[in-house]
């Protein structure tokens, strides 16, 4: 996608007269055939609209955007026919319908039908797992059963690329972690992914490369190794602590801001890998009982990573 823009009106109703709203603002993009792409950005910062239009349901306001060289406004039914779409939460699904009829009827939108459907959508329920609850109606399903179920109706047309809109959000962490063993699955095969997530760990696990969207702007693209370099580097130590052990311990390298709370509270932020480790044997060796470490969040990070450009959580 070159130079992608996206408007929307503001205000509301018929007569919408507020100031407008740029969800997206210039995007340039390339995901490679084949890569498992993530789109990681805090909510608000375009990850939906710019799935939206991938996906034709909604036009751009300016710049192109191509899947599998179909241009996304002149080529919509080619573009269709050649991504599957995995939106999080309960969109699209049928809970009065089981899994095998809600895949069914999106197969039969596909145009199969008779030996040939049944043949795919006993595949799929295999392939993520839903065989035995198959002839179950999917509004007994737990969320992460409802995202296998999603998933499946994604590949029923066996597509190149696969759209998936934030799919493991209000997942538990094991159906998460096997809602992700199936994005690899995808990747072996060589299908390309556009992954959209608030999840760092997430982005780090499952991706080739990593987006990082913010106010409709991408700000760079990065390998999940250098995701992994900032969620080690970056991590949260706090404690109640002698006012002349936090002067000792704040000059140690790599320890970023020190603040005290009005409970007594103090943070320390560290921005060098290991140094978490040293200041919690530091305390304890101090005497300091309750320590608690923690990783900060996504906009964390990326205050730390791009300064005062970082990211704001907007809506
Ligand atoms: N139909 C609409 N009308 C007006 N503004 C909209 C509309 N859809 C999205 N927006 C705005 O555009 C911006 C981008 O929204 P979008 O849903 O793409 O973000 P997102 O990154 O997917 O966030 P989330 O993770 O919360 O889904 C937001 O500020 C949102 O309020």
């Not at 792409?37 to 239009?53: D, E, M, R, S, Y």
């Not at 241009?71 to 009065?96: C, K, N, P, W």
């Not at 040939?116 to 797992?129: E, F, S």
């Not at 409970?263 to 305390?283: I, K, N, P, Y």
């Amino acid at each position: 996608m070159t130079a992608l823009r996206r408007v929307f009106a503001g205000g509301k109703g018929l007569r919408k007269r507020g100031p407008e709203h740029v969800a997206l603002d210039g995007v340039d993009l390339v995901v490679d055939a084949g890569e498992v792409h993530g789109l990681l950005g805090p909510n608000g910062a375009g990850k939906t609209t710019l799935c939206k239009i991938l996906s034709t349901v909604l036009l751009p306001s300016g710049g192109m955007a191509k899947v599998l060289g179909h241009d996304v406004v002149t080529h919509t039914a080619q573009v269709r026919t050649s991504m599957g779409i995995v939106f999080g939460g309960e969109r699209g699904l049928y809970g009065r319908l089981t899994a095998r009829q809600n895949l069914k009827f999106w197969g039969a939108l596909h145009g199969l039908h008779g030996k040939q459907l049944r043949t795919r959508v006993d595949a799929l329920l295999d392939r993520v797992g839903l065989r035995d609850r198959a002839d179950d109606r999917v509004e007994a399903f737990s969320r992460g059963m409802k995202q296998r179920v999603h998933l499946a109706r994604g590949m029923v047309g066996d597509p190149a690329l696969l759209l998936l809109d934030e799919p493991t959000t209000g997942m538990d962490p094991v159906a998460a972690k096997d809602f992700r063993a199936l994005v690899g699955e995808l990747r072996a095969e060589r299908r390309t992914v556009l992954i959209t997530t608030h999840d760092m760990v997430e982005a780090e696990q499952v991706c080739d490369r990593v987006s990082l969207i913010d106010s409709g702007r991408i700000l760079a693209t990065e390998s999940p190794n250098a995701l992994s370099e900032w969620i080690t580097r970056f991590e949260r130590v706090d404690a109640l602590v002698p006012p002349e052990l936090v002067s000792r311990l704040r000059t140690l390298p790599g320890v970023g801001s020190v603040s005290t709370s009005d409970d007594g509270r103090t943070r320390f932020e560290t921005t060098e890998e290991g140094v978490a480790a040293q200041l919690v044997r530091s305390l304890v060796e101090a005497g300091v009982t309750t320590v608690t470490t923690s990783k900060p969040s996504l906009e964390e990070v990326y205050l730390h990573v791009f300064g005062g450009n970082g990211m704001a959580v907007r809506r």
